[in-house]
Structure formats: structure tokens, C-alpha cells
């Protein structure tokens, strides 16, 4: 068995993941390698969800009884979780959403609808990626489209990484926001929030960051990163799927409008206008997704119990192990850095002109569950002139051995395909 430094106990975590278990296609055990699109659930999770349910379900905040209360202890404590989780000042930053799609349409439509100072309107500009997955794409487009703010973008190098050779034509005194990804989902470039996120602040713009790939992965700190609002999703970090998470400023979620109307986000309603709660509150409109916080909670659980920088020191051991092994199969091309610096661990490649849905089905049959297609990241494979790419993604229960049989099973491929 390969040995690598940094590595977790990977065979005590995996007894918490029922379906590592799975035996699959003429006898082959799961190789899970999908990770970056939905990570497994610890039986702490599933445990969670079926207590809740079980013991405790009602609809919160407004209940009176015994199970209304509990519910909205649950649902409110998962909320101080999360808090803790990424260092929020306050836990009224923290707005639940159904996931990071939702989180960052409403903070489109924030802007949107919002006064002077934060308005997007004809005569301001909003700034993005070419890495972006679709979720930081088209609702930037539809608030382009609806208010006539002009869309801008930061391109792409040969390696994957961000071209910011022209940062001060691309952000400027007219830019309203900049949205960007902290890890890309497809190419696995760990972004330079930093040099970004200093040009913004110059000419008073404000800063939305997609952790959707670096919540799950790495020590989260909103306060470090000093951006106005961070969006990541449940579901890739142990969690269920149905919950999101919107972090913003409070001074911020004070000043801008609700997206969505409905039960709970009012303070007081007539026929003639109606007034509106404090945040988060403001931001969940209707009942929100209690038992799907309170899974989130238990993830947030399980993963600090492990230990954030445990786990990335893990992951980072993992990609330079897999980026060596993958660069021994003849054809193979990586999209994206070739080296563990500065990268998350989701490795897209091609393999020569095999294309990436074969590719997939072929190691389906042996058991190895990868991602092929374009990974919601259309214009990253418009920009390096490929179809799709096949992605291989690792998580706190990945193993070296895992990656080995990834290595074998294209070997298979090859073989298969001539």
C-alpha cells in the first residue's frame, strides 16, 4: 500500500461512509472519485437527518409547542455553526439557501434592485471569470441583461490560471461587483483572492467569492478573506443536499433588499405595503430547510472533529500523488496546473481522442466513479478548444490505492479503444 505524508486515517473515516461499502458492477468495490459534484454523508449526518425527522420535526420560529421549539433550536444551532465554521462576526450573516446557485442569484438581485450606493444599473460594470462554473455565469447575465451594466471577464492562461495581466482595465472606477471562484471546480486553480480582492477595494467594488470547492476542502475564514459575500453548498461537504449558505457584511444585508417574499422574512404586511425582518430573515422567504440545516450542522461536526487543515493537508498529499501517477499514462492531458501548488484536488484531463463520456463508462465498468462533461464550465472548454474533459475528484476518505486503480482503469480504456 502506498504510504504518503499528511495523509488521514483513511480507513477509520471510511467506516463512517455506509456507501464506500458498495459493491458494484460484477463484483467490484465503488471507487468513488466524483467528489467535487457531491461528496458521500458520514453516519453522523445520516443520524442527524433521521433524528430530526423522527423526534423533532416541525416548522420553526413561530411554533409555541414543544417540537416547534426543538425545531428551532436545530435550525437556529446549525446556523451557529456555521458561523463558527467560516469565523463570521455575527451569525446574522449567515442566510440559508436551498445551495450556492441560490446564494448567488440573490445576491444578484440585491444588486439589482438596491439604492445608490450598491445599484447595478446601465452605467456600471459587473466583473467575473472565464473559469467560472455556470451558477457565477448566468446570473450575472441576466442582471446584464435586465439592467444594461456591462459584463466583463478576467481570462485564462495556458496553465489554468487566471490572466490578470490586465486587472486594472478589467476592474474599474464603473465596476459595481466582482464575482469569482476561490477553487475552480474543473481546472482546480486555487485563485489569487488577494490581488483581486486589493484592486476591488481601490475603486470601491464589491466582492462576491464562490467557495463552493474550498469550503468542503480547506480552513474557511470570511474575515481573512475580506470579501463582502462568500456563497458555498451542503451537499459537497458531508451535508445533504437542499441547504446553501449566503455570507455577507451585515451592513450590507442591512441596506439591500429581500429577493424572495413570503412567511417569515416580514415584520409587519397590509394590503398597501409591508415591511420587512432584520437579517438573515429578510433572506428566507417561506419555511426554509430545517432538516436539511440541521445535516449541515452535523457535517460542519464531523468535519472539524477531523480538522480543516488536516484534511486539505490530506487532499493536498492526494493531487501531487495523483497528478505524478496520472502524468505515467501515455496521451493523458491535464486541463488546468500540472503541479499540486496552488490547486485543489479535482484533476480534469483528456486522453487522447477518446472521448470523455467513453471514457467514463468504460471505468463506470470497473467500478470507478468519475464526472465527464464540461462540469457546469462550458467556456473553460471552449477556451482550451476540447468537447469535455473527464474529472477525477478526491476527498478525506481517498486513498492512494484509489488512485491507483483510477491509473489501471485508463490503462483499460486505452486498451479497450485501440
Same mark, same amino acid.
Given at each position: 500500500?502506498?504510504q504518503l505524508p499528511g495523509l488521514l486515517d483513511t480507513e477509520a473515516i471510511r467506516k463512517d461512509f455506509p456507501v464506500?461499502?458498495?459493491?458494484?458492477?460484477?463484483?467490484?468495490?465503488?471507487?468513488?472519485?466524483?467528489?467535487?459534484?457531491?461528496?458521500?454523508?458520514?453516519?453522523?449526518?445520516?443520524?442527524?437527518?433521521?433524528?430530526?425527522?423522527?423526534?423533532?420535526?416541525?416548522?420553526?420560529?413561530? *411554533?409555541?409547542?414543544?417540537?416547534?421549539?426543538?425545531?428551532?433550536?436545530?435550525?437556529?444551532?446549525?446556523?451557529?455553526?456555521?458561523?463558527?465554521?467560516?469565523?463570521?462576526?455575527?451569525?446574522?450573516?449567515?442566510?440559508?439557501?436551498?445551495?450556492?446557485?441560490?446564494?448567488?442569484?440573490?445576491?444578484?438581485?440585491?444588486?439589482?434592485?438596491?439604492?445608490?450606493?450598491?445599484?447595478?444599473?446601465?452605467?456600471?460594470?459587473?466583473?467575473?471569470?472565464?473559469?467560472?462554473?455556470?451558477?457565477?455565469?448566468?446570473?450575472?447575465?441576466?442582471?446584464?441583461?435586465?439592467?444594461?451594466?456591462?459584463?466583463?471577464?478576467?481570462?485564462?492562461?495556458?496553465?489554468?490560471?487566471?490572466?490578470?495581466?490586465?486587472?486594472?482595465?478589467?476592474?474599474?472606477?464603473?465596476?459595481?461587483?466582482?464575482? &469569482?471562484?476561490?477553487?475552480?471546480?474543473?481546472?482546480?486553480?486555487?485563485?489569487?483572492?488577494?490581488?483581486?480582492?486589493?484592486?476591488?477595494?481601490?475603486? *470601491?467594488a464589491l466582492v462576491c467569492i464562490d467557495a463552493s470547492q474550498a469550503a468542503p476542502h480547506m480552513p474557511l475564514d470570511?474575515?481573512?478573506?475580506?470579501?463582502?459575500?462568500?456563497?458555498?453548498?451542503?451537499?459537497?461537504?458531508?451535508?445533504?443536499?437542499?441547504?446553501?449558505?449566503?455570507?455577507?457584511?451585515?451592513?450590507?444585508?442591512?441596506?439591500?433588499?429581500?429577493?424572495?417574499?413570503? *412567511?417569515?422574512?416580514?415584520?409587519?404586511?397590509?394590503?398597501?405595503?409591508?415591511?420587512?425582518?432584520?437579517?438573515?430573515?429578510?433572506?428566507?422567504?417561506?419555511?426554509?430547510?430545517?432538516?436539511?440545516?440541521?445535516?449541515?450542522?452535523?457535517?460542519?461536526?464531523?468535519?472539524?472533529?477531523?480538522?480543516?487543515?488536516?484534511?486539505?493537508?490530506?487532499?493536498?498529499?492526494?493531487?501531487?500523488?495523483?497528478?505524478?501517477?496520472?502524468?505515467?499514462?501515455?496521451?493523458?492531458?491535464?486541463?488546468?496546473?500540472?503541479?499540486?501548488?496552488?490547486?485543489?484536488?479535482?484533476?480534469? &484531463?483528456?486522453?487522447?481522442?477518446?472521448?470523455?463520456?467513453?471514457?467514463?463508462?468504460?471505468?463506470?465498468?470497473?467500478?470507478?466513479?468519475?464526472?465527464?462533461?464540461?462540469?457546469?464550465?462550458?467556456?473553460?472548454?471552449?477556451?482550451?478548444?476540447?468537447?469535455?474533459?473527464?474529472?477525477?475528484?478526491?476527498?478525506?476518505?481517498?486513498?492512494?490505492?484509489?488512485?491507483?486503480?483510477?491509473?489501471?482503469?485508463?490503462?483499460?480504456?486505452?486498451?479497450?479503444?485501440?
Amino acid at each position: 500500500m502506498t504510504q504518503l505524508p499528511g495523509l488521514l486515517d483513511t480507513e477509520a473515516i471510511r467506516k463512517d461512509f455506509p456507501v464506500l461499502d458498495r459493491v458494484v458492477h460484477d463484483g467490484r468495490k465503488l471507487v468513488y472519485l466524483d467528489n467535487a459534484a457531491t461528496s458521500q454523508k458520514p453516519r453522523q449526518v445520516l443520524d442527524a437527518l433521521n433524528e430530526y425527522y423522527e423526534r423533532h420535526n416541525a416548522n420553526v420560529h413561530r *411554533g409555541v409547542h414543544v417540537l416547534a421549539e426543538e425545531a428551532t433550536a436545530l435550525y437556529e444551532g446549525a446556523r451557529d455553526k456555521v458561523a463558527a465554521f467560516v469565523n463570521a462576526p455575527s451569525r446574522d450573516e449567515v442566510i440559508f439557501t436551498k445551495n450556492a446557485s441560490e446564494s448567488l442569484n440573490l445576491v444578484a438581485n440585491m444588486l439589482g434592485w438596491a439604492d445608490e450606493p450598491y445599484r447595478v444599473d446601465h452605467e456600471t460594470e459587473i466583473v467575473i471569470t472565464e473559469m467560472e462554473h455556470h451558477s457565477n455565469i448566468v446570473p450575472w447575465q441576466l442582471l446584464a441583461q435586465r439592467t444594461g451594466a456591462k459584463l466583463k471577464w478576467f481570462g485564462l492562461t495556458d496553465d489554468g490560471r487566471l490572466d490578470l495581466s490586465n486587472i486594472d482595465e478589467v476592474i474599474t472606477e464603473k465596476t459595481k461587483i466582482v464575482s &469569482f471562484v476561490l477553487v475552480s471546480n474543473i481546472l482546480g486553480t486555487v485563485n489569487p483572492v488577494e490581488t483581486i480582492i486589493r484592486r476591488a477595494q481601490e475603486v *470601491g467594488a464589491l466582492v462576491c467569492i464562490d467557495a463552493s470547492q474550498a469550503a468542503p476542502h480547506m480552513p474557511l475564514d470570511v474575515q481573512a478573506l475580506q470579501a463582502d459575500f462568500v456563497a458555498f453548498t451542503g451537499h459537497k461537504m458531508c451535508g445533504p443536499t437542499g441547504i446553501g449558505v449566503l455570507w455577507g457584511r451585515q451592513e450590507l444585508l442591512e441596506d439591500l433588499p429581500p429577493f424572495l417574499g413570503g *412567511g417569515e422574512m416580514i415584520e409587519t404586511v397590509s394590503m398597501h405595503s409591508s415591511t420587512y425582518a432584520p437579517a438573515p430573515h429578510k433572506f428566507e422567504a417561506g419555511t426554509p430547510p430545517i432538516a436539511q440545516a440541521v445535516g449541515l450542522g452535523a457535517a460542519i461536526d464531523y468535519l472539524q472533529s477531523i480538522g480543516m487543515d488536516k484534511i486539505l493537508a490530506h487532499e493536498h498529499a492526494l493531487t501531487e500523488y495523483a497528478v505524478k501517477r496520472l502524468a505515467e499514462v501515455p496521451d493523458l492531458r491535464i486541463i488546468g496546473p500540472t503541479t499540486a501548488e496552488d490547486r485543489g484536488a479535482a484533476i480534469s &484531463f483528456t486522453l487522447g481522442d477518446i472521448h470523455p463520456h467513453d471514457v467514463g463508462q468504460v471505468l463506470d465498468e470497473q467500478g470507478i466513479a468519475v464526472r465527464v462533461g464540461h462540469h457546469c464550465a462550458r467556456p473553460v472548454c471552449l477556451r482550451y478548444g476540447i468537447p469535455a474533459t473527464t474529472r477525477a475528484s478526491f476527498y478525506l476518505y481517498s486513498t492512494p490505492a484509489e488512485i491507483d486503480t483510477l491509473v489501471e482503469g485508463l490503462e483499460h480504456v486505452r486498451n479497450f479503444f485501440g
